[in-house]
């Protein structure tokens, strides 16, 4: 709902607090920029390989055959709590936005990825599939960085997948702003896990999570992917829901 409120007004104040989100690293532009969701009147999620128009339909079809051997109902590619198009470097490129309310959001995510107990054929191929993408773009964010990294199918799905995914979209010559937003004092959620009082305690929690996958100086670095900016960014915000 905080994204999902985050988005909600007139398209000059959205705009305006997605470009404050990533300064001074981007800029929204209310009069040409679209983005999901679009607040209470279209509350839907993106998905780079399925929503249009952030990727171009011969982008989406690469990108999903790309993390998919087998393309069939059962099988998933990520959502992101917010997508949005915007100038980075003085090209048109995407935010991509994973949000946490409280801590437990983050800390559930250290385990790999979940696999059925008898997989069918095509699952097992998407699952070592994933596994390869994921081992393709951290081989590659370690080269780009000058850092060794360890994204990973079977630890930190969540955080390898979605760095795996940026730099997906990178390679396609599309400048990405990666950010892990944390909503700071979602207090309603205590009941299921610790709220966040400051930006300090949420970035804490984050580079706690992601050190075993890359180095903190990562976070905040804009690498160069063939040429292309790729920015990993944590921010937090405070959204009331009422």
């Given at each position: 709902m905080r994204c999902v409120l985050f988005t909600e007004g007139e398209r000059?104040?959205?705009a305006r607090r997605l470009t404050a989100l990533?300064?001074?690293?981007?800029?929204?532009?209310?009069?040409?920029h679209?983005?999901?969701?679009?607040?209470?009147s279209d509350p839907t999620e993106g998905k780079l390989g399925n929503t249009a128009p952030f990727l171009s339909s011969f982008q989406r079809e690469e990108i999903s055959n790309w993390?998919?051997?087998?393309?069939?109902?059962?099988?998933?590619?990520?959502?992101?709590?917010?997508?949005s198009q915007a100038t980075i470097g003085g090209r048109e490129g995407l935010i991509l936005v994973e949000a946490k309310a409280h801590d437990q959001e983050l800390v559930k995510e250290e385990s790999g990825k979940r696999t059925e107990p008898n997989p069918s054929a095509s699952s097992a191929s998407n699952h070592e599939r994933i596994g390869t993408c994921i081992e393709e773009a951290s081989r590659s964010l370690s080269s780009a960085s000058?850092?060794?990294?360890?994204?990973?199918?079977?630890?930190?799905?969540q955080l390898s997948n979605r760095f795996a995914w940026s730099w997906k979209v990178t390679t396609m010559g599309i400048p990405v702003i990666l950010v892990y937003l944390g909503f700071l004092k979602a207090d309603e959620m205590k009941d299921r896990g610790i709220p966040f009082d400051n930006h300090e305690q949420w970035k804490q929690l984050v580079e706690s999570q992601s050190q075993d996958?890359?180095?903190?100086?990562?976070?905040s670095k804009t690498m160069g992917v063939n040429g292309v900016q790729f920015i990993p960014l944590i921010r937090s915000v405070t959204q009331s829901i009422v």
């Open positions: 000059e104040d959205v990533v300064a001074p690293h981007a800029v929204v532009d209310p009069s040409r679209v983005w999901a969701p679009k607040g209470l993390w998919l051997a087998v393309r069939h109902v059962a099988a998933n590619t990520p959502n992101w709590d917010i997508i000058g850092v060794a990294w360890n994204l990973s199918r079977d630890s930190h799905y996958l890359f180095p903190n100086t990562v976070w």
